[in-house]
């Protein structure tokens, strides 16, 4: 069956412009989450979706980083203001929930974000 | 809070020789540990968990990891590797009741011929 999508794949942009990235879940997961990759800091993760809601939003760096998802389904990741060190792959991962942390999570194949 | 430590950034390795994969973890509570692999071009894939129970899990193609709760350590073995194992290979921790993993840096997997 069709696995994670996300768009774009790559995306550049110039520094001070918004973004939006999407992700399209595994149909039936319940569960997404977004996380970034980057040559710095490596994996981390963003935010959590259950539904609708976003019961975890711990690792949203800053105030121009923002999430939502609709209809239990697509979810978009908007980045206002870009900054240069907002520069990563931005991967989205589905899983089927909400039986918690020991779900797989499958990951999409990332929007590959470059802020000049 | 949770980290994971992958103490080897890379690991050169001829095919057919036997490989480990390094991965320690810190958590005063207990945790589910992960090995998700990331070949060339191509998205992050499970490869292996540890939820509870035997302490020893196995992969489909032939990776397998001990979990040693003393040694907090989730160390990825193969036997014999491939040419086709040449990937990146990630270690993660995600806390029962918590859904987020914390991952580890990443060890790159090179095998040559």
């Known amino acids: 069956g069709a696995g994670v999508s996300q768009s774009p794949s790559n995306k550049v942009t110039e520094k001070g412009k918004d973004v939006e990235l999407r992700c399209d879940p595994i149909s039936g997961h319940t569960a997404l989450y977004w996380y970034r990759q980057s040559l710095g800091q490596g994996l981390e993760f963003l935010i959590y979706?259950?539904?609708?809601?976003?019961?975890?939003k711990s690792g949203l760096p800053s105030d121009r980083f923002s999430a939502e998802r609709t209809g239990g389904s697509v979810s978009t990741l908007t980045i206002q203001r870009t900054q240069q060190e907002d520069s990563a792959v931005y991967l989205c991962?589905?899983?089927?929930?909400?039986?918690?942390?020991?779900?797989?999570?499958?990951f999409g194949p990332g929007t590959r974000l470059t802020v000049l | 809070a949770q980290s994971v430590t992958q103490l080897d950034s890379q690991v050169p390795v001829f095919e057919e020789a036997p490989v480990e994969l390094r991965c320690n973890y810190s958590s005063s509570v207990s945790v589910y540990l992960f090995w998700y692999v990331q070949y060339p071009n191509q998205g992050l894939q499970l490869l292996l968990k540890?939820?509870?129970?035997?302490?020893l899990v196995e992969s489909i193609n032939g990776f397998e990891a001990e979990f040693n709760k003393s040694q907090t350590s989730f160390h990825l073995r193969k036997p014999s590797v491939h040419i086709s194992d040449t990937a990146e290979y990630f270690c993660a921790v995600s806390r029962p009741g918590f859904q987020k993993l914390v991952f580890g840096t990443g060890t790159r997997l090179l095998v040559s011929p």
């Open positions: 540890y939820l509870s129970g035997s302490t």
């Open positions: 979706f259950q539904g609708n809601s976003a019961p975890d």
């Open positions: 991962a589905s899983s089927l929930g909400p039986s918690g942390s020991a779900d797989t999570q499958y």
